[in-house]
């Protein structure tokens, strides 16, 4: 059927339409390369977020007041059985000289509000980690009403608001982020596809010629389809150096910036490359059937 | 005189084309090496009926053969087979823009995966023959019209095939290239390749003496069947070639051309 030498008149096809056609192939490389860039860009945007939200959620502790003179006995025995609950990671004790004191740096220039005090009003306290796996409302809840029938503690405190609010927004936004994730996504695609395509038309006559000197449909595919992964590989790399530039401007004022994962971004030159050429076998079928 | 033997024949060929326009019974048998004019005003079907020769069309009824292409029994993928034992040229010459005039007639060569020595040496004798060799690295643009013809010639006979089919091949270019251009089909024939040129142009084709088919509406008017093998240049001499292009063109064309 295909024989090397016509392997390899195939490739030289491929080599003359890419050369010879630079400005076209340029215009739809950028064109796709801009879509894809308003992908990438998103996907890093939502990774960021997703990544912050993680962070803040990671920082949540519990926070065990102790009764006044609540003694030492009492205390240790409250640290170790609150180690022994499920879920929880490492319980520091923070005494009230060492609450006061983070206060007073909290108050920084203002120390003199808390000279106005008789004495040291802040209770001594645990400060519970939970394992990052055990997050979420339902450990804090869960705990919280544990922990607070226990002899010796006065009270338990954690960003109840945080959990009420904060999680339900944290939902409503991955809901609205993945619809707008997917419409970015399928816009992309169809942006491609019809570039692609329109690229493969513009040689409607090129082709007809092939056909006419006898060429078979792999002779005449294969240097599209070839082209069409080309192009979509150049595209993705054009979005990633400038989603590399876009990233590199902003850490300057948004520092801790998160970039994409190389292997997600190889995966994205993968598919690119995938898409060109299916969206280019697609065209060609149309072509070659009439 | 070589054997006579049809390598083309269409028989009783019917296609409807629109509402008011069709083929009817069309029966046509093309031997090796003879030269027929397909002639008939626009419209006649003469295109169309090259187009079910090279299969890009499929007759409602009747069939076509083509050495061992019966269209009735033929697949989709022996197309390509098909091409390569048919020239094609056309009116309006149908090369690649991209490509040089070599790597025009080279593509038709490629295609069949002939190797590139073999190519080298096949397109620099056809361009030869045509005259051309010398614009090999032009591009088609930079050509003329007679020119860029003469190119789509060569690329359609690049690979030895048995028939060569024009469609208007002089409808776009001026006397003098058409008579350069009917010289050529006549040299080509002279080497052995069945030629069946469809023309509207009814006066260009008399006076030489070969086999004219008439079609009209859809019908075969008139077939003056005779069969001559051999160089028509022989027998009617060049210059008779110059005089009826000028005739028709009405320009005058100046000696030792070519």
Same mark, same amino acid.
């Given at each position: ?290 | ?93 149908? *090369? &690649?823009? %991209? ?6 007639? !080279?593509? $038709?060569? #490629?295609? +069949? ?50 028939? *060569? &089919?024009? %469609? ?6 001026? !006397?003098? $290239?058409? #008579?350069? +251009? ?77």
């Amino acid at each position: 059927m295909i024989n090397i030498t016509q392997l390899r008149y195939m490739l030289d096809e491929t080599a003359i339409m890419l050369g010879r056609r630079k400005a076209a192939g340029l215009i739809a490389v950028v064109i796709m390369g801009l879509s894809l860039l308003i992908l990438v860009v998103f996907l890093m945007v939502t990774l960021n977020i997703a990544e912050q939200i993680g962070r803040m959620s990671e920082e949540m502790r519990l926070f065990v007041y102790l009764k006044d003179g609540t003694d030492q006995a009492l205390a240790g025995n409250i640290q170790y059985r609150l180690l022994s609950l499920p879920g929880v990671e490492e319980v520091s004790f923070i005494s009230r000289d060492e609450a006061l004191a983070e206060l007073e740096q909290m108050l920084e220039g203002q120390e003199d509000l808390l000279g106005e005090l008789p004495e040291n009003p802040l209770p001594d306290a645990f400060k519970v980690k939970p394992k990052p796996e055990s997050i979420g409302a339902a450990f804090f809840e869960r705990t919280a009403a544990e922990v607070g029938k226990w002899d010796g503690v006065e009270d338990v405190r954690y960003g109840q608001k945080w959990f009420e609010r904060g999680e339900r927004l944290v939902k409503g936004f991955f809901v609205v982020d993945l619809a707008l994730g997917l419409i970015i996504f399928l816009s992309v695609i169809f942006v491609i596809y019809n570039t692609v395509r329109l690229t493969v038309m513009q040689r409607r006559r090129a082709i007809d010629v092939m056909k006419l000197v006898g060429a078979g449909n792999t002779f005449i595919q294969l240097p599209f389809i070839l082209e069409g992964a080309l192009h979509g590989i150049a595209a993705s790399l054009l979005a990633i150096a400038l989603l590399t530039a876009i990233y590199i401007f902003s850490s300057r004022y948004l520092p801790g910036l998160t970039f994409m994962r190389y292997d997600a971004l190889a995966g994205f030159v993968v598919f690119c490359a995938l898409l060109g050429a299916v969206g280019s076998y697609s065209a060609m079928q149309r072509l070659l059937r009439s | 005189m070589s054997e006579q033997r049809i390598i083309a024949g269409v028989y009783h060929l019917s296609k409807r084309l629109g509402r008011h326009f069709s083929l009817e019974d069309i029966s046509i048998q093309i031997a090796n090496g003879e030269f027929v004019f397909l002639v008939g005003p626009s419209g006649a079907g003469k295109s169309t009926l090259l187009r079910m020769i090279y299969m890009d069309d499929r007759p409602d009824a009747g069939q076509v053969v083509v050495g061992p292409h019966v269209s009735t029994r033929m697949k989709r993928r022996s197309i390509p087979d098909l091409r390569r034992r048919i020239g094609i040229v056309f009116q309006d010459f149908r *090369l &690649l823009p %991209d490509r040089t005039v070599f790597e025009n007639i !080279a593509l $038709a060569m #490629k295609v +069949t995966g002939t190797p590139m020595g073999e190519i080298k040496q096949r397109v620099t004798e056809i361009l030869t023959h045509v005259g051309l060799y010398h614009k090999r690295h032009d591009y088609p643009h930079a050509l003329s019209g007679g020119e860029q013809q003469r190119v789509a010639i060569a690329r359609a006979v690049a690979n030895r095939p048995s028939i *060569l &089919l024009a %469609d208007e091949p002089t409808g776009n270019l001026d !006397a003098m $290239a058409t #008579k350069n +251009t009917l010289e050529l089909l006549f040299k080509i024939n002279a080497g052995g390749t069945a030629v069946l040129m469809a023309t509207h142009d009814i006066e260009l084709v008399q006076g030489f003496g070969q086999r004219v088919i008439f079609l009209e509406h859809g019908r075969i008017a008139r077939d003056r069947g005779m069969v001559y093998v051999g160089d028509v240049r022989d027998r009617i001499g060049e210059s008779q070639i110059s005089r009826r292009a000028q005739q028709l063109r009405g320009h005058d064309i100046p000696d030792g051309d070519q």
